[in-house]
């Protein structure tokens, strides 16, 4: 969404308030103390103030969401990415939609390559010492049978494969994923959803309406946001 000459120059207007607020702020406190100025944006996304997104200047600022975290996969980042680009940048809930639309077409269809579902876990104890085996431990497992030592502070790199059995059980590090088929159902529901949700259920979507793909009536929150 581009922004026009007003727009531009209301920004503008305010930047140089905040400015002169601060010298005027900052010559009343200590010298020990300074409050700075951290930015202008537009739009943002709260969950708490240690889980946020904001834009500033056509670029996407998170903190403590799954885009910034690397115990998700790949494609989860670029999804939820998309999403806030287009709520926070666009201002467009339909495209926010057709992202994830898009997303869980190519899943459901097999058509994401092993690369894009990678999650990353780091071991940070031995292995022995795990009295509940996740998946990282499970994979870990897998990699030492290979001949490779793991150690506390390995990043294991693991995806998980369609099968029976828990999630943990059907670990599998990537360097050995090559014709594993992927769990569609795992990654749509343990990974993209949840995501997803945690931007569109404060806006009026539920797992269910994120399930569906169904906007319908859902629309007027969002609209009602912008």
Do not use: C
Not at 10 to 27: G, M, P, T, Y
Not at 39 to 60: L, M, N, Q, S
Not at 93 to 105: M, N, P, S
Not at 169 to 174: E, I, K, L
Request: aromatic share 8%; no cysteine; proline share 4%.
């Amino acid at each position: 969404m581009t922004e026009t000459p007003e727009q531009l120059q209301l920004e503008a207007e305010i930047k140089s308030q905040a400015q002169v607020f601060l010298k005027d702020f900052n010559s009343k406190l200590p010298e020990s103390m300074e409050l700075e100025y951290e930015g202008f944006y537009r739009r943002g996304f709260f969950v708490t103030k240690k889980r946020y997104a904001v834009i500033e200047d056509g670029e996407i600022i998170a903190k403590g969401l799954e885009l910034v975290r690397r115990d998700w996969a790949p494609i989860v980042k670029q999804t939820q990415e998309a999403v806030l680009m287009a709520l926070l940048r666009d201002g467009d809930a339909e495209k926010a939609i057709a992202e994830v639309k898009k997303v869980l077409k190519r899943i459901r269809k097999g058509d994401v390559e092993n690369k894009e579902l990678i999650i990353h876990t780091q071991i940070n104890k031995p292995l022995k010492e795990y009295k509940q085996v996740g998946p990282h431990v499970v994979a870990a497992q897998i990699i030492e049978d290979h001949g490779i030592k793991v150690s506390r502070g390995t990043i294991i790199q693991y995806i998980i494969k369609k099968g029976k059995g828990s999630i943990s059980q059907r670990a599998v590090p990537y360097e050995y994923s090559e014709g594993v088929t992927y769990d569609k159902e795992y990654y749509i529901n343990n990974q993209i959803i949840p995501a997803v949700g945690r931007i569109m259920e404060p806006l009026g979507y539920t797992k269910k309406d994120l399930q569906d793909l169904s906007v319908g009536e859902k629309q007027q929150s969002l609209d009602a946001f912008f």
